[in-house]
């Protein structure tokens, strides 16, 4: 069936230091990808998005880069600070229950050591 | 100062009772959902709305109710038959037009215990 899912739970790392966040679709059909940034106790918080006819695509210090031959994509944090520690999950615009709708992924926690 | 908005921040069920979470947006987007996040699980799609009058079951809305009267206003009834309702309730919208896999910006959330 269709999934979005993320190859690692939990990520440190070092304040300073650049951070990646993978995460694996399973729907070649999907056209359109949303990375998300949940803080504890609120609501998810637009970071990025990307259409499948790009492979990357570029914010202020998050990069985000999409490889449709192996369906992964990734979410990368230039400079990692104290305050990019939260849950990061991926979306993607999928078909599912006879309807399209975004399907979100479990989430990796991202925390950030002074 | 443009957004979505939910109320209350935590919401307190008695058994058997009836409770109703708020979702309010004002940035003129047609279509409205509700999510519910269970701790280390993603989100699950309980309603969605794409325009007023109308509205369309998730992937979980068994023990749910919601209406759209309003564009800006979508509430979401957790009832008595909802059997494990503690959850991290979001409601979030979108501009609407190009099916429901687009953008959906998110309110701040209720979480809803059971006494």
């Known amino acids: 069936g269709e999934s979005v899912g993320l190859h690692l739970p939990t990520l440190s790392v070092q304040e300073g230091d650049n951070s990646i966040i993978n995460c694996a679709y399973s729907?070649?059909?999907?056209?359109?990808f949303i990375w998300y940034k949940q803080e504890s106790g609120k609501g998810p918080q637009f970071i990025i998005d990307?259409?499948?006819?790009?492979d990357k695509r570029q914010g202020q210090r998050v990069t985000v880069l999409l490889n449709k031959t192996v369906k992964h994509l990734s979410l990368q944090i230039a400079a990692t600070q104290p305050g990019d520690s939260a849950v990061y999950f991926c979306?993607?615009?999928?078909?599912?229950?006879?309807?399209?709708?975004?399907?979100f992924g479990a989430g990796t926690r991202l925390a950030v050591h002074p | 100062d443009g957004g979505i908005t939910q109320s209350p921040k935590y919401l307190f069920r008695k058994e058997g009772q009836n409770v109703t979470l708020s979702c309010e947006q004002n940035?003129?987007?047609?279509?409205m959902y509700w999510y519910r996040q269970d701790p280390g699980q993603g989100l699950r799609l309980i309603y969605y709305?794409?325009?007023?009058?109308?509205?369309q079951k998730g992937d979980i809305a068994e023990g749910y109710s919601v209406s759209r009267e309003k564009k800006e206003s979508f509430p979401l009834t957790v009832t008595s038959a909802q059997k494990n309702p503690t959850a991290f309730y979001l409601c979030?919208?979108?501009?609407?037009?190009?099916?429901?896999?687009?953008?959906?910006?998110f309110g701040p959330g209720t979480r809803l215990l059971v006494l």
């Open positions: 979306a993607e615009n999928g078909r599912s229950g006879g309807y399209n709708k975004l399907i």
């Open positions: 940035l003129n987007h047609d279509a």
């Open positions: 979030a919208s979108s501009r609407g037009g190009a099916g429901i896999g687009e953008t959906q910006y």
């Open positions: 709305s794409q325009i007023v009058n109308d509205f």
């Open positions: 729907n070649s059909a999907s056209d359109y």
């Open positions: 990307i259409r499948s006819n790009m």
